[in-house]
């Protein structure tokens, strides 16, 4: 099956600066990676999602970059603000039918975002 | 506005005591999935539901079961709740099986204590 890894567990940022989150995964069938993000005591929602026949996706402060080759991907916040702080998951998904992943959403660790005012 | 509801939001269980975690939907999706989250760990697929058509992980504890008796339900039983199966279990459900641009809409989870 697919093995998704995320770095870092913690981040903490001042108000203001970037902040990178970096997957990786195991299985070359995967195709669609979306990143959830999770406030504290609320659901896991999804915030953006990038497919393998793309390179890079932004969405305002949000953007995502995937290279297939290498098999990794990431998610970046620029200007951080307060609310940004969550825990943050990214995952990988295979289609149906292709390869070990099958519809299946195979998640990473999370890692913990503080932005500091 | 909540759309994947799951019930309790805290569960405290005995060891060895059977439980059954709720978890509804109001979005007449197809598929609806039980997750594991332990702490400081990705959340981790139990099994899944297509219609009536049950999906269990090959790495499923046997102690893990689940009933969908309706599109808007599905139930996790856990037969005998040892130490280590205290977690979140997350609900979450998609309108087809997950594929590119097929969102998964999550509950906002059960936690799960054994005592």
């Known amino acids: 099956g697919e093995n998704v890894e995320q770095h870092p567990s913690t981040l903490s940022v001042q108000e203001g600066d970037s902040a990178v989150i970096k997957c990786t995964y195991s299985d070359s069938a995967s195709n669609y990676f979306p990143w959830y993000k999770q406030e504290l005591g609320k659901r896991p929602q999804l915030i953006i999602d990038i497919r393998s026949n793309v390179g890079e996706k932004k969405d305002q402060r949000i953007a995502v970059t995937l290279n297939k080759t290498a098999k990794h991907f990431s998610l970046h916040i620029t200007e951080t603000q307060p609310e940004d702080s969550a825990v943050y998951f990214c995952?990988?998904?295979?289609?149906?039918?292709?390869?070990?992943?099958?519809?299946?959403?195979?998640f990473g660790r999370g890692t913990q975002l503080t932005v500091w005012p | 506005d909540a759309m994947v509801i799951q019930n309790p939001r805290y569960q405290v269980t005995q060891f060895g005591k059977p439980v059954t975690l709720s978890c509804s939907q109001t979005l007449n999706h197809n598929v609806m999935y039980w997750y594991q989250q332990k702490s400081s760990q990705a959340p981790k697929l139990l099994f899944h539901?297509?219609?009536?058509?049950?999906?269990n992980e090959a790495d499923t504890p046997d102690n893990f079961q689940s009933r969908r008796p309706n599109t808007s339900f599905c139930f996790l039983d856990i037969r005998s709740p040892g130490l280590g199966d205290a977690a979140m279990y997350l609900c979450?459900?998609?309108?087809?099986?997950?594929?590119?641009?097929?969102?998964?809409?999550f509950g906002q989870g059960t936690r799960l204590t054994v005592v």
């Open positions: 539901y297509y219609d009536k058509d049950f999906n």
């Open positions: 979450a459900t998609s309108r087809e099986i997950l594929r590119m641009n097929t969102e998964a809409f």
């Open positions: 995952a990988a998904l295979g289609e149906p039918g292709r390869g070990s992943t099958l519809g299946r959403l195979y």
